[in-house]
């Protein structure tokens, strides 16, 4: 009868087995230098040394107001107001910009208020002060997040800070800043859609004011306030003459016929329609070729007088239409410029923090593990594979 042994299993020669636990302990000390070590250390200074940091939420958008009018049938169906993306997308900037930094450091002091946690307990997450207004910016624009929805045109603005008071006071001074940056743009667009029309007018009232002057410098020189009652008046005193003529025409004939030539009736009325005829011709003379007195001394004639106060209230008549139509467009002007004035208005009043919401402790460290272990696993992989192509 045959005995039948079994095969013996093979066996690794010393030091085959020597280097597969050198690369076992190579690979398990990679693993706790690359893996444990960092996630222990991630850990320990979010758990004790990161400070607790507040949010304050504030929620806002730019607004441009639509007021209606019986034509505008758009703006009837579709509310009182519209938001601009335009200067949500300008305010999105101004919120990230070293001016509002500047502006927000001056009135609150920012850097007292981010190192209330000293940098030597959290050198990572705090303020290293004093620092430049460069690196003020820098660490506020980590501090302070604003998000812009495209689609709505509206902003939110997330501040953190060590204590919810000083968050809340943060985002309470960013939407008063902004609040005061959009008024200013209006007040901006107001003026450019004004300044023409305003131009027009102060040239209108200057022109105004030159009519009106020169029709008071010519009633001074000449001494006539109305040249049209004045002659109303010498067409009165024209008529009298007139009617005294016919009368002494008609008593010259009387006596024509009952008296000679060297009668001293006949002589007096002759001498007296005389004096009426003189005095006829000299006040006609004053519409055409005489004379009347001007308060220099000099003589200008009544026909040019009519004359020059007709074209000079032709100018004033010519001016007043100008100022009104001007006075008209400038209101329209102000009126349309003030229609489309834009606004910030807050959906979400800044938000006082009841707990801590950052930092996020527990994602850090389980994203430090995960992207440790993979970085580890990458290592490994790349060194099995040189390994192997040997």
Do not use: C
Not at 90 to 101: D, M, N
Not at 148 to 175: K, S
Not at 299 to 316: H, K, M, N
Not at 358 to 365: A, G, N, Y
């Amino acid at each position: 009868m045959t005995d039948v042994t079994p095969d013996k299993a093979p066996t690794l020669s010393p030091s085959i087995e020597a280097g597969m636990r050198g690369r076992h302990v190579g690979v398990l000390l990679s693993f706790v230098m690359m893996v444990v070590l960092p996630t222990a250390l991630a850990g320990w200074y979010m758990y004790e040394r990161a400070a607790d940091r507040y949010v304050s939420t504030v929620g806002f958008s730019v607004h441009t107001e639509q007021t209606a009018t019986a034509i505008d049938i758009s703006t009837l169906l579709g509310g009182g107001g519209t938001s601009s993306s335009s200067d949500t997308d300008i305010l999105y900037s101004f919120i990230q910009s070293q001016e509002l930094v500047r502006q927000v450091e001056r009135d609150l002091n920012l850097r007292e208020i981010w190192t209330r946690v000293p940098p030597e307990q959290d050198p990572i997450f705090a303020y290293h002060p004093p620092g430049t207004i460069e690196d003020l910016t820098e660490y506020w624009n980590r501090m302070v997040k604003v998000y812009n929805d495209g689609t709505t045109g509206l902003l939110e603005l997330r501040v953190q800070a060590f204590t919810p008071e000083d968050a809340q006071i943060i985002a309470r001074a960013v939407y008063d800043r902004s609040s005061e940056m959009i008024n200013a743009l209006s007040a901006i667009a107001e003026a450019d859609g004004t300044r023409n029309a305003r131009a027009d007018l102060d040239e209108a009232v200057e022109a105004l004011k030159s009519a009106r002057e020169a029709i008071t410098r010519f009633r001074n020189e000449t001494q006539i306030v109305d040249p049209a009652a004045s002659i109303q008046s010498q067409m009165g005193i024209l008529g009298a003459l007139q009617t005294q003529q016919a009368e002494a025409l008609i008593e010259l004939d009387l006596l024509a016929q009952s008296a000679g030539d060297n009668d001293p009736r006949v002589v007096q009325a002759r001498q007296r329609l005389a004096v009426i005829e003189q005095r006829i011709e000299e006040e006609l003379e004053k519409f055409g070729g005489g004379t009347t007195p001007t308060t220099n001394g000099n003589g200008e004639r009544f026909a040019d007088l009519v004359g020059q106060y007709e074209s000079l209230i032709v100018d004033l008549e010519f001016a007043q239409e100008t100022y009104t139509n001007a006075l008209a467009a400038f209101n329209g002007a102000v009126a349309e410029a003030r229609r489309q004035s834009r606004y910030l208005a807050a959906h979400v009043s800044p938000t006082l923090a009841e707990r801590s919401t950052q930092p996020k402790r527990f994602q850090i460290v389980a994203l430090t593990a995960l992207f440790s272990f993979l970085a580890w696993g990458i290592l490994v992989l790349a060194a099995y594979a040189v390994r192997d192509r040997r």
